[in-house]
C-alpha cells in the first residue's frame, strides 16, 4: 500500500521561499518511476485544485498561478517528490497535498490520483 507524507511547509513571508517534500513509501524502485507525482492545494471551502505535476518522462506541467515560481522534482534513488516554492504571494497560504497516479502519463484533475498525503501547510503573511 503506497504512503505520501508531506513535509517542508510553514510560515513565510511575502516573497521568500520553502521547499515541500513528500516522501512516498510501498513502492518499488521501478513503480515510483512510472508514476505520476503532483502537488494540489486547498483553501478552505474551495476546490482541490492542481499546482503542478512531474510524470514517468519527467515531462512537468504547472498551473498558471504558479509557472515561473515554483519547481517540481523528484528524487527516485530516494522515492521523494519535492516543490521548490520561491517568490510566495499571499494567495499561496493554504494546505498543500501530494498525490500519485499510478496510471503515469499526467494530468491536473484530482479525480485522476489514487493515493494522497494528509497534506502540509504553508502560510505566507
Known amino acids: 500500500h503506497v504512503q505520501l507524507v508531506e513535509s517542508g511547509g510553514g510560515s513565510v513571508q511575502t516573497g521568500g521561499s520553502l521547499r515541500l517534500s513528500c516522501a512516498a513509501s510501498g513502492y518499488t524502485f521501478s513503480t515510483f518511476t512510472t508514476y505520476c507525482m503532483a502537488w494540489f492545494r486547498q483553501a478552505p471551502g474551495k476546490e482541490r485544485e492542481g499546482v503542478a505535476y512531474?510524470?514517468?518522462?519527467?515531462?512537468?506541467k504547472y498551473s498558471d498561478s504558479v509557472l515561473g515560481r515554483f519547481v517540481i522534482n523528484k528524487d527516485n534513488a530516494k522515492n521523494t517528490l519535492y516543490l521548490t516554492m520561491n517568490n510566495l504571494k499571499l494567495e499561496d497560504t493554504t494546505m498543500y497535498y501530494c498525490a500519485a497516479d499510478r496510471r503515469g502519463g499526467g494530468s491536473a484533475l484530482r479525480d485522476d490520483y489514487n493515493f494522497w498525503g494528509q497534506g502540509t501547510q504553508v502560510t505566507v503573511s
Open positions: 512531474i510524470n514517468n518522462a519527467r515531462f512537468r
